[in-house]
């Protein structure tokens, strides 16, 4: 269970939305690449139509406080199929990097747990959907106009305390400033536009969610899990 997990839900039956091409897109997507089984949908790019809206309007800050930056989009709409299937290869990464083989044990449950802070549970149960299955969650970064990503002192989805908002907040050099202030950039513009930040991940915002409403304070969420037939273009 989450904080934002008993938040209840009513659905305002809002549409899904794919991304306009003002915003861009991080390509060739990874989880897609992975074989994550989107179904017919067939891509990951759609949100509701409110938060594309609010994703426009957090790039139209972002342009006027800087012309050169653009938002550009890591990932956006997750089937719960799919947030099954990352959190099974997250782990089996996360065990293979730190050489843990057996599927039980102190190792090993420190590596589910240590997924579980970065990815929800693929949970079927319609009171505690994953965020980005009720197409209100994006991960994304700042780019160049060209779409070359900045440097922001950690690379999405990495797990670990580096993918903390503000885990740079407190360093002096130089480097980590330059990846503090761009992360607080993006968590301005966002915010500004109404979003709230995930409080493990600088790459993670929504708004309509249970994570939105436990942030912001709200009684309720906006939006439950977005099915591919809820989906228009």
Avoid at 20 to 38: D, I, N, Q, S, V
Avoid at 98 to 115: K, N, Y
Avoid at 119 to 145: K, N, Q
Avoid at 211 to 232: I, K, Q
Wanted: with cysteine.
């Amino acid at each position: 269970m989450r904080p934002w997990s008993p938040i209840p839900i009513e659905d305002c039956g809002e549409p899904m939305q794919e991304l306009p091409p003002a915003l861009l897109r991080m390509e060739p997507h990874p989880y897609m690449a992975l074989g994550a089984p989107y179904g017919a949908s067939g891509t990951p790019f759609k949100l509701r139509l409110g938060v594309v809206q609010r994703l426009l309007d957090a790039q139209q800050q972002l342009v006027e406080h800087d012309p050169s930056l653009r938002l550009s989009i890591f990932d956006a709409w997750r089937p719960i199929a799919v947030q099954a299937f990352m959190v099974k290869h997250s782990i089996s990464e996360l065990c293979r990097e730190r050489g843990v083989e057996a599927r039980s044990g102190d190792a090993f449950d420190r590596v589910v747990a240590d997924v579980g802070r970065f990815w929800a549970d693929p949970s079927r149960d319609p009171a505690t959907p994953p965020p980005h299955s009720t197409g209100a969650a994006v991960d994304l970064t700042l780019s160049s106009c060209d779409g070359t990503p900045l440097a922001m002192g950690g690379e999405i989805d990495a797990i670990g305390a580096v993918s903390e908002p503000q885990h740079y907040a407190a360093r002096e050099d130089l480097e980590a400033r330059c990846w503090h202030q761009r992360r607080q950039l993006l968590a301005d513009v966002m915010e500004a536009a109404g979003f709230a930040q995930h409080p493990n991940e600088w790459w993670h915002y929504s708004f309509g969610d249970q994570l939105w409403a436990w942030r912001r304070g709200e009684v309720v969420a906006l939006y439950a899990e977005a099915v591919s037939s809820a989906l228009t273009s």
